[in-house]
């Protein structure tokens, strides 16, 4: 039977398809796996019940080893299935290498895909999916392009940026990519740069993600963020004005129910690090989070 | 009374930013808000072609889009900083209330001032000061239209650079050059 997915539109129905497709013909034996491994003594012959305990004992260490020899040639069956399921990603991969190296959507199911297989296209430089799909090369150039706007912004922001400003600030550049077309200059996602930032972390470079609320955001500092100060800013980006996030000590102990001191000595430590800055109006004092 | 500022100058994002209107009490925040009083403060007397800044008369010290401004103490600590990192004078140093903006500072300009004299062929030969600020041939360079006061100070370092002759002419502006 022909793929059905190769003639239907981009979704993720093709996904489903593909899956199916590819576990279509179990292995033959496998019938038998799928149920309860233990043998039952009546599949064996009529003269070991007939024996007394002991002998029922030794059949017990036979049934046994049954079991680990069916476990393990249900183990060798699994393998065999994964080996295929690989053949036929890659398979799948060549076919639909424009999509994945061009559609974010595509390329963001398809790595879902990848990963329960413990497939990592990403990571692999040479050998197949380094040189076939060449994504790896495009994460890492991607990357090197988010560091250099982090680091460019942490003299602004102390070290702490949304992803979303990234892609802004990537986007009004123009920066071109390998795979990036002329006419969809937004060939990357938001999901992209935040898979980008955690091969950066892998490499042990500082760079993270971290959840702010409802933000995703990197950060480039290797100092610790505790508890205290992640809560600050989660109130601050819930509290925006105009593209500011902003807090006072007052309005800290009344939302986080904390005490004036601890309040005021979280916001004195993002003042410190330069994550915040002070608006001071009359006797008010104002805490600041630039973009 | 404070000069109104014409709507072609495009303010930075920082100026809408209210902490921008108090003086940063971490000094490393500090330093980059000075920083950034430097560049607006020079940007728009260069772009506005203001060669002095009136402290009092200075629209830039006070945002009412956002409600913000600067105390006096505030201002006098951006000014002190600005004269400090060689981007303005004091005409009145006892006071300090008129401060000369220098677009360029001399030493730019003077380097500026040579290199146009090499590709220009001005070597070994002679023009006035009259045709560096307003001359035909000096259409685009940062010194059109400079101050001649500031011209003399660039003039000073090129000779004591070696890289040029004064010469007392009948006018000021008509003092000759001679570069080397």
Redesign the interface.
């Known amino acids: 039977s022909s793929y059905p997915y190769l003639r239907s539109p981009p979704s993720s129905s093709r996904f489903y398809f593909f899956m199916k497709w590819a576990l279509q013909s179990p292995p033959p034996a496998s019938r038998i796996f799928n149920h309860n491994i233990y043998i039952l003594p009546t599949q064996y012959p009529m003269s070991h019940r007939r024996r007394g305990v002991g002998a029922a004992r030794a059949g017990a260490k036979a049934y046994t080893k049954k079991a680990e020899e069916m476990n393990a040639v249900s183990l060798a069956r699994a393998m065999e299935t994964v080996e295929k399921l690989e053949v036929k990603l890659e398979g799948f991969a060549k076919t639909h290498k424009h999509e994945i190296q061009h559609d974010p959507a595509f390329r963001a199911k398809f790595l879902e895909m990848c990963a329960p297989l413990g497939v990592d296209p990403l990571s692999a430089e040479k050998g197949f999916w380094g040189n076939m799909l060449g994504i790896g090369e495009f994460y890492y150039e991607l990357s090197v392009k988010v560091a250099e706007v982090c680091l460019a912004s942490r003299?602004?922001n102390g070290g702490i940026i949304r992803v979303s400003e990234v892609k802004d600030i990537l986007t009004q550049r123009g920066t071109k990519f390998k795979f990036a077309d002329s006419k969809n200059k937004s060939s990357y996602s938001e999901e992209d740069i935040v898979t980008s930032v955690k091969k950066l972390s892998k490499l042990g470079s500082g760079f993270r993600t971290v959840e702010v609320g409802k933000s995703m955001m990197i950060v480039s500092v290797p100092e610790e963020l505790d508890d205290d100060h992640m809560k600050v800013m989660d109130l601050a980006e819930e509290n925006r004005c105009?593209a500011?996030g902003v807090v006072t000590v007052k309005g800290v102990t009344a939302e986080l129910g904390w005490d004036h001191d601890r309040a005021k000595r979280a916001l004195e430590l993002l003042?410190?690090k330069?994550m915040a800055?002070?608006?001071?109006?009359g006797a008010e004092k104002?805490y600041?989070f630039?973009r | 009374m404070t000069a109104t500022i014409p709507d072609s100058f495009k303010f930075p994002d920082f100026y809408?930013?209210?902490?921008f209107?108090?003086i940063?009490?971490?000094l490393?925040?500090r330093e980059?808000?000075l920083g950034q009083w430097r560049e607006l403060i020079l940007r728009y007397h260069t772009d506005l072609k203001i060669k002095t800044l009136v402290l009092h008369e200075c629209p830039l010290w006070k945002n009412p889009k956002i409600e913000?401004e600067l105390t006096g103490d505030e201002i006098r600590l951006v000014m002190d900083d600005f004269v400090t990192s060689g981007h303005g004078e004091w005409e009145d140093p006892q006071t300090r209330t008129r401060c000369r903006i220098l677009w360029r500072k001399p030493e730019q300009l003077a380097s500026d001032i040579y290199d146009w004299a090499v590709s220009n062929g001005y070597v070994n030969s002679v023009c006035t000061v009259f045709e560096l600020h307003s001359g035909e041939d000096v259409n685009g360079m940062s010194f059109q239209g400079a101050d001649e006061e500031l011209l003399r100070r660039a003039l000073g370092i090129l000779e004591s650079q070696g890289k040029c002759a004064l010469f007392r002419g009948d006018t000021s502006s008509e003092d000759g050059i001679k570069f080397f």
């Open positions: 003299s602004r105009g500011y003042l410190g330069g800055w002070l608006d001071a109006v104002y600041w630039p | 809408n930013f209210p902490p209107f108090t940063q009490p971490v490393a925040t980059k808000q913000r």
